[in-house]
T-cell receptor, first 115, second 112 residues
């Protein structure tokens, strides 16, 4: 079975450019999470959706970041304009909210480098 | 504010030894405590999880010990192997809340 799919796996861009990260959650899952991982700050939750609706975006760093989930099988995280401090690994995860276990399944991540 | 705190930050263990990672939490509403394992270049993956109705859960060489009164739980890796070298995250959530509060992670290195 396919797990969470993220694209691209690596992205190198210049400061000021727009960056769009994509995620396809596991079929049947109804919750989707975007995380950012850095050495300094660890794993940070940026935003999460339940049934395609954003529930908590308090982790989104600033207005340069936006996320959408137009349907149950696709989500995007956009950074515009990008800055060097946005360099990190961005993970998408999905889960089924009906599970008592709340297990989240993570994608392989997108490594973003902003020059 | 970090809701879940891990210690130590990193750990070096000899092959065959026991790795122990500790985690402390603040929110008494938490009722689900998983440990995630992350290898370099991969996303975290669930390793083992516990609920507060038991004090210990064992799966193979991995054991979670839970102390509700101290608001602490720990991961024990018995007979540590080089393949266990990874970053380990503890996390916590409360019933009905999809959001997991993650610790900052512990890097475990098992040397042959």
């Amino acid at each position: 079975d396919a797990g969470v799919i993220q694209s691209p796996r690596h992205e190198v861009t210049e400061m000021g450019q727009e960056v769009t990260l994509r995620c396809k959650p596991i079929s049947g899952h109804n919750s989707l999470f975007w995380y950012r991982q850095t050495m300094m700050r660890g794993l940070e939750l940026l935003i999460y959706f339940n049934n395609n609706v954003p529930i908590d975006d308090s982790g989104m760093p600033e207005d340069r970041f936006s996320a959408k989930m137009p349907n149950a099988s696709f989500s995007t995280l956009k950074i515009q304009p990008s800055e060097p401090r946005d360099s990190a690994v961005y993970f998408c995860a999905s889960s089924f909210s009906g599970d008592l276990g709340n297990e989240q399944f993570f994608g392989p991540g997108t490594r973003l480098t902003v020059l | 504010q970090q809701q879940v705190k891990q210690s130590p930050q990193s750990l070096i263990v000899q092959k065959g030894g026991i790795s122990i990672i500790n985690c402390a939490y603040e929110n008494t509403a938490f009722d689900y405590f998983p440990w995630y394992q992350q290898f370099p270049g991969k996303g975290p993956a669930l390793l083992i999880a516990i609920r507060p109705d038991v004090s210990e859960k064992k799966e193979g060489r991995f054991t979670i010990s839970f102390n509700k009164s101290a608001k602490q739980f720990s991961l024990h890796i018995m007979d540590s192997q080089p393949g266990d070298s990874a970053t380990y995250f503890c996390a916590a959530s409360s019933y009905g809340n999809n959001r997991l509060a993650f610790g900052k992670g512990n890097q475990v290195v098992v040397i042959p």
